[in-house]
Nanobody
Framework: QVQLVESGGGLVQAGGSLRLSCAAS????????MGWYRQAPGKQRELVAG???????NYADSVKGRFTISRDNAKNTMYLQMNSLKPEDTAVYYC?????????????????WGQGTQVTVSS
């Protein structure tokens, strides 16, 4: 099993910044893709940003130029730097990872989600 733990959420005023972290642990062989999703009350969960093991990134149009996703493969950790935050960024943010778990003799694919961290932006 692979577990993901997010941290770094909180309350911030509009225009402020927050940095989210997502640490993966467990029986990790490799992590291919990681991503940040968010879900606001009454809305569907949406992709905020994604990053491959090689560092290729993609962003939702609503956060381009304001958010930056990064990862440290050696630490199995992903980050989301959020600048110029807006009230509409308020949501629970979840991290997601997909890859292979196990050891050198046998691996199996996995997809895991974190428990979520609340980000609230006040106007």
């Amino acid at each position: 099993q692979v577990q993901l733990v997010e941290s770094g959420g909180g309350l911030v005023q509009a225009g402020g910044s927050l940095r989210l972290s997502c640490a993966a642990s467990g029986s990790i062989f490799s992590i291919a893709a990681m991503g940040w999703y968010r879900q606001a009350p009454g809305k569907q969960r949406e992709l905020v940003a994604g990053i491959t093991r090689g560092g290729s990134t993609n962003y939702a149009d609503s956060v381009k130029g304001r958010f930056t996703i990064s990862r440290d493969n050696a630490k199995n950790t992903m980050y989301l730097q959020m600048n110029s935050l807006k009230p509409e960024d308020t949501a629970v943010y979840y991290c997601n990872a997909a890859g292979r778990s196990g050891g050198t003799s046998y691996t199996t694919p996995f997809t895991s989600w974190g428990q979520g961290t609340q980000v609230t932006v006040s106007s």
